[in-house]
């Protein structure tokens, strides 16, 4: 008997990986493939990548799951996501002319603020569902118009860096509603580019890719394509009802839910963008998270690590230390792009494990003050995945500082297997249902603790 599967290949910011999944959304034990790369950063807040290596990657990944296919199996197609937001500009013929510039990439901020003076804010967010930000393409591309003339005008076509690799392996350049929504420059209600944003930005339709969520063709086989990776955790995660919402914890953080509907809605400072035609994304994200963490164990030096650091923070009193943590530009909701970090309370009592037991809590602060601002009729139950998941103590810290029981994820490729469920979805397929299990409930007492710092943190001014 011959068995079916579809390929799923995930573009992240620091690698790329691929799988094979059966008819049920399961991940095919021993077809998981991943490759890395290095993202190029600077002090002025340069963050990008190399896309002939990110296409090199993609394709041994590809050709990896493919062979460790099991015997007598056929591939059914394949789907993609790739992170939201990310530029490449390229020529006539498909050559890169610039690296990727992606999300993170900052050095626009000056011109993201000169749009919001020329354009208001709040009229393109009911719009687009995206701030008039750095993260996007409007501020991207009129920086590399002010600093990179020549260059910005040798570019034929813009891009995300999935199209990109996509046009290269199928030879078709086309751009998924999932993917175009992330720009900044389409209206994911009425499905079409935003010609005032167009103009704004100093390109024109042209120079983008179709819209259009047809399949194309790779291998004689339909390859759908690519969506941002958030709509592909929550699909991958399969929170997919009212009731339940999607948060990832890594070196970044988001939340978001599913909604229906063909007018997307979403609170300003928060972020609505469309799946396909009938499902849309509400949610934020948070630019300090586990990057903080990282932080924190390189700069002050702690002697203890991995079990042994959990083990120290296990009981620890909540910390009378008040935090902003805006290591990195922030985003949602506040959006405080030039507000820096602060820490507030130190003593000579204070010790490197009370700054990293603060400085935590305070990532988990930003994630519960987007979670109220998500409209819901109901409440939500959250899924998490991400590196949290490695410690128990921390996703009972989140637990807390949201005051709602999380469950875990089963899937540690939530993303990958959200491109898998979007292909078996176009097939005809329905994936089964993932089992969470038991939920990790808040702690009363640190939920109130919480709550105070809250209330200090309210005193300084950025929050």
Same mark, same amino acid.
């Given at each position: 008997?011959?068995? =079916? ?9 620091? &690698? ?27 002090? =002025? ?26 015997? @007598? ?6 789907? *993609? ?24 990439? &900052? ?26 930000? %750095? ?12 600093? =990179? ?6 570019? @034929?076509? /813009? ?88 948060? !990832?914890?890594?070196? $970044? ?6 909604? &229906? ?24 994200? %948070? $630019? ?16 203890? &690590? ?56 305070? $990532? ?17 139950? /959250? ?6 998941? !490695? ?33 078996? =979805? ?13 939920? *990790?409930?808040? !702690? ?20």
């Amino acid at each position: 008997m011959i068995k =079916e599967f579809v390929l799923a290949l995930d573009i992240g910011t620091s &690698s790329v990986r691929a799988a094979l999944f059966d008819h049920g959304g399961r991940r095919i034990e021993g077809t998981l493939v991943q490759r890395g790369y290095p993202l190029t950063t600077g002090a =002025e807040g340069q963050a990008t990548l190399d896309p002939r290596e990110l296409l090199a990657k993609a394709r041994v990944c590809f050709q990896g799951a493919m062979r460790a296919a099991p015997s @007598s199996s056929r591939l059914m197609g394949a789907g *993609v996501t790739c992170y939201w937001h990310s530029l490449l500009g390229v020529d006539a013929g498909g050559e890169p002319l610039t690296p990727i510039y992606t999300w993170a990439d &900052s050095r626009c901020r000056p011109d993201a603020a000169l749009l919001r003076e020329e354009i208001d804010e709040r009229l393109i967010h009911a719009e687009t569902g995206c701030m008039l930000r %750095a993260s996007f393409w409007p501020a991207k591309l009129r920086w590399l118009r002010r600093t =990179e003339t020549k260059l910005f005008k040798r570019v @034929s076509l /813009w891009m995300s860096p999935a199209e990109w690799v996509q046009w290269k392996l199928t030879g078709q350049r086309q751009c998924a509603l999932g993917m175009a929504t992330g720009t900044g420059l389409f209206n994911p209600s009425t499905l079409s580019w935003s010609p005032r944003l167009l103009e704004a930005a100093g390109i024109r339709e042209n120079q983008l890719s179709p819209v259009s969520d047809e399949a194309m063709s790779w291998k004689n086989t339909p390859l759908f394509p690519a969506i941002g990776d958030g709509a592909a955790s929550n699909l991958g995660s399969q929170c997919q009802g009212p009731d339940w919402g999607a948060i !990832n914890v890594g070196t $970044s953080a988001a939340m978001r839910v599913i909604r &229906s509907g063909q007018k997307v809605r979403a609170p300003f400072g928060l972020f609505g963008y469309r799946i396909d035609t009938l499902r849309y994304l509400v949610g934020g994200a %948070a $630019s300090n998270a586990g990057n903080l963490r990282a932080w924190c164990l390189r700069e002050l030096r702690l002697t203890a &690590s991995g079990e042994a650091l959990e083990f120290a923070l296990t009981n620890r009193p909540s910390s009378k230390l008040t935090v902003l943590p805006y290591w990195t530009a922030e985003r949602a909701p506040r959006w405080n792009e030039d507000c820096t970090g602060l820490i507030a309370g130190i003593t000579q009592d204070t010790t490197a494990l009370d700054l990293l037991a603060a400085i935590t809590d305070a $990532s988990y602060l930003r994630l519960a003050e987007i979670a109220e601002a998500i409209p819901s009729a109901q409440p939500i139950r /959250w899924l998490v995945s991400g590196g949290i998941l !490695n410690s128990d103590r921390a996703l009972k810290r989140l637990a807390s500082a949201l005051n709602s029981p999380l469950y875990r994820n089963p899937e540690p490729e939530a993303s990958l297997r959200g491109a898998a469920v979007l292909a078996l =979805e176009k097939l005809g397929c329905s994936p089964e249902r993932l089992q969470p299990g038991r939920p *990790v409930q808040p !702690n009363k007492a640190d939920a109130e603790s919480f709550k105070a710092q809250r209330v200090r943190a309210l005193q300084f001014k950025g929050l």
